[in-house]
């Protein structure tokens, strides 16, 4: 059985193994910034939170870890490339992709190296975990064409997964399984204790974000102009949500009966999770590859325009929003009273209670 989050942590890309985006933690209307780290390059992936710590990675490839109460460095570790993907926090460890293909395992309480495996290209989305047989195993993605598993203690390889082309984003963990789409245009679904293929359905385009997985239902969108949602049991299209030419590169939140994506149409959009027919959308000025996430009644998301916004989930109100100047690609990272995100100016910003 795997656990979500609770309302103090947030170990993952949206923050569960079945990417969901959502969290019981709720958020002020009108947070406040509380502090600011200035990391060495562009920030893309989404930040961990546990053990009171922030972890994520930058452009520069230095991992860090800092307290969520102040911001201040902990430690931090140098990686041999660029750090883009999210991390993942798991009974102490953290995993994290580079640049230049490898899956770091790093010990969160002082970022000493545990193991190091290699990949043949560019690691991109997060990782995730699952439990197997007893053992906890570590899937990732990575532009080699290939879903990795490896034990999470050792980093030795469990099983490899061919497809047809690079996986930018984290395949979601639910029921044994891993979900996720690539640059192939298909959404796959492999059996973690052997591997195997289980299903591949026809995503029409290439997928450049995660798969979002609830109940019998996977949610994702593609490069073209679609999003979509694929009935697991049945194998086929559920339905189809087209509003004008334009991709969802982000990754989906799912809460209840609604499902929230971004699109470059400089759109955030809510949809009815069993029939993808809209409940409201909200105009930013620039494209949204930020994945929202949804905090109790509210939700927050960034988008190239250089602001992070607080929505009403019910209505999509802007309650506040916060002008960062530089696009903002990451998801948040929420826990109780506070958020992080990152931004392409470098900067790491803490919003919350004062």
Not at 13 to 42: C, H, I, M, V, Y
Request: with cysteine; aromatic share 12%; charged share 20%.
């Amino acid at each position: 059985m795997l656990h979500a989050q609770t309302a103090d942590t947030w170990p993952m890309f949206q923050g569960n193994p079945a990417l969901t985006g959502t969290t019981t933690a709720t958020l002020p209307e009108r947070p406040a910034l509380l502090w600011t780290f200035k990391a060495g390059g562009d920030i893309k992936g989404a930040a961990a939170i546990a053990e009171g710590k922030v972890f994520f990675g930058a452009a520069d490839g230095t991992f860090h870890a800092l307290w969520l109460s102040n911001g201040a460095p902990v430690w931090s570790y140098k990686a041999s490339n660029a750090i883009e993907a999210p991390a993942l926090y798991h009974e102490g460890v953290l995993y994290v992709g580079t640049f230049d293909g490898h899956l770091l395992a790093l010990k969160a309480q002082d970022g000493q190296l545990l193991w190091k495996y290699a990949t043949e290209e560019k690691i991109t989305g997060g990782a995730n975990y699952a439990r197997v047989q007893g053992r906890t195993v570590i899937v990732v993605g990575s532009h080699d064409n290939r879903l990795h598993c490896v034990d999470a203690a050792t980093g030795k390889s469990n099983w490899v997964y061919e497809t047809g082309n690079y996986i930018n984003g984290a395949a979601a963990v639910a029921d044994g399984r891993a979900y996720f789409g690539g640059c192939d245009a298909l959404l796959h679904v492999v059996d973690l204790q052997k591997g195997e293929k289980i299903a591949q359905l026809d995503a029409t385009a290439f997928v450049p974000g995660s798969v979002a997985v609830s109940g019998n239902r996977a949610f994702f969108g593609q490069a073209e102009n679609s999003f979509l949602c694929m009935d697991l049991n049945r194998r086929t299209n559920l339905w189809v949500y087209r509003e004008r030419s334009f991709g969802y590169f982000g990754s989906p939140a799912v809460s209840g009966e609604r499902v929230l994506f971004g699109g470059r149409d400089r759109r955030v959009h809510c949809v009815e999770a069993s029939t993808g027919k809209s409940i409201w959308h909200f105009a930013t000025r620039g494209k949204v590859d930020s994945s929202p996430v949804v905090a109790g009644d509210k939700v927050v998301v960034g988008s190239d325009d250089g602001l992070v916004y607080l929505l009403s989930l019910e209505n999509g109100k802007q309650l506040w929003s916060y002008e960062i100047g530089r696009p903002i690609k990451g998801a948040a990272a929420v826990v109780e009273g506070r958020f992080v995100i990152g931004a392409d100016d470098g900067v790491l910003y803490c919003f919350g209670v004062k």
